[in-house]
């Protein structure tokens, strides 16, 4: 089950498929098909025939519906002899359901970032009492909501809503990545059901200083699984400095990623923290997660990879939920709740796929 604060805040963990909690696809087609007037979609990919489907059903009753999209799914990386041709190609389903809901006269496009278009959000409606967000690290395809490890975050917040808002219409004129030319107003702290939550957006926002900001301000330990981790991120340098200052620092990298060479996870496991390579074992595609959770209390999600190009050159978010300064009693107890869930499915994650990454010798 879902993690729900006061119907204001939902914290989703799956896939159910591979031993998660949450169903992330039913999710996702439940938080469209509760749309009244308007989607605004910045996703990566949208191969889900489910998802697409929940969209075209949107657009049919009357939704407006606005998406854009990574134009490498679109594109032939190499070009069939013939491209009048249908099937067989590589990325064919994404084109054929991007043709499907450009059918249904939603209006979707591709973005103009020549770098990783990574976003994955949906900003919907615009009354007051039905506005929300979805954000996490979920892409919209079969693999994302079945086989890989992912999160969803559902907020029911109008000042939220209005700040991607503003993020959604860069991304829509393509003032964004390298092209932006305007900049985005600093961070707001907002009140979700008591809780603080702060959204970033990269690479204005630098995303990487804030998470190295509020690891440095840990007492006790730092948790996270993490899809890809780079040394050149600056954030691997935070780790290793509070774990050598005796804080626990345990965390799960998804083996495809962290076996690399400039992968951070020997450098974790050298400096006395305890890292985990998740296997692909017992139908596990990837660990896609974007986690993090900071003495059981701060919970730091979205789709942001802690790499140097995510902070430089895509185009991302992440949310922070949570305060560690926090002094409301209430308020506190509510976001440890919360980080507790999280801290839950990265142990469960580590105990069903982790193998532990010795230190150097």
């Given amino acids: 089950m879902p993690f729900n604060l006061n119907d204001r805040i939902e914290f989703h963990m799956g896939p159910s498929a591979i031993g998660a909690p949450d169903d992330l696809e039913a999710a996702i087609v439940d938080f469209i098909d509760r749309a009244r007037d308007s989607l605004d979609v910045a996703i990566q990919e949208v191969?889900?025939?489910?998802?697409?489907?929940?969209?075209?059903?949107?657009?049919?009753?009357?939704?407006?519906?606005?998406?854009?999209?990574?134009?490498?799914?679109?594109?032939?990386?190499?070009?069939?002899?013939?491209p009048f041709a249908e099937g067989g190609a590589e990325d064919e389903e994404n084109r054929a359901l991007f043709a499907a809901m450009l059918r249904a006269n939603i209006d979707a496009r591709a973005d103009y970032n020549p770098e990783i278009f990574h976003q994955k959000f949906i900003v919907r409606d615009s009354g007051k009492s039905r506005r929300a967000l979805l954000a996490g690290s979920t892409n919209f395809t079969p693999t994302g909501?079945?086989?890989?490890?992912?999160?969803?975050?559902?907020?029911?917040?109008?000042?939220?809503?209005?700040?991607?808002?503003?993020?959604?219409?860069?991304?829509?004129?393509?003032?964004?990545?390298?092209?932006?030319n305007r900049h985005d107003p600093s961070p707001r702290n907002n009140r979700v059901a008591g809780l603080r939550v702060r959204a970033l957006f990269a690479p204005d926002h630098a995303p990487e200083m804030e998470i190295m900001k509020q690891i440095l301000k840990a007492r006790e330990r730092i948790d996270f699984a993490i899809f890809t981790f780079s040394q050149s991120s600056g954030i691997d340098d935070a780790l290793v400095a509070m774990s050598q200052a005796g804080l626990t620092v345990r965390g799960i990298f998804d083996s495809g990623q962290g076996n690399r060479d400039w992968a951070a996870t020997r450098l974790v496991a050298n400096a006395g923290g305890e890292a985990f390579l998740a296997s692909r074992k017992n139908g596990l595609g990837k660990l896609h997660h974007k986690l993090m959770v900071i003495d059981s209390s701060l919970v730091i999600a979205g789709s942001f990879n802690y790499t140097g190009p995510a902070n430089r050159l895509n185009d991302e978010n992440i949310l922070l939920i949570g305060d560690l300064d926090e002094d409301d009693p209430d308020a506190q107890a509510d976001q440890e709740a919360l980080a507790a869930f999280a801290l839950e499915e990265i142990e469960r994650m580590i105990a069903a796929h982790g193998v532990a990454v010795p230190a150097a010798p």
Wanted: with cysteine; aromatic share 8%.
């Fill in 145 to 180: 909501v079945g086989r890989n490890l992912n999160h969803v975050v559902i907020l029911h917040d109008q000042r939220v809503c209005n700040e991607y808002d503003l993020e959604f219409e860069e991304i829509w004129t393509g003032t964004f990545g390298r092209k932006r």
């Fill in 47 to 82: 191969e889900s025939r489910a998802i697409t489907e929940a969209f075209v059903r949107a657009r049919q009753r009357g939704v407006r519906v606005r998406i854009v999209l990574e134009q490498d799914y679109l594109r032939a990386g190499n070009p069939p002899a013939d």
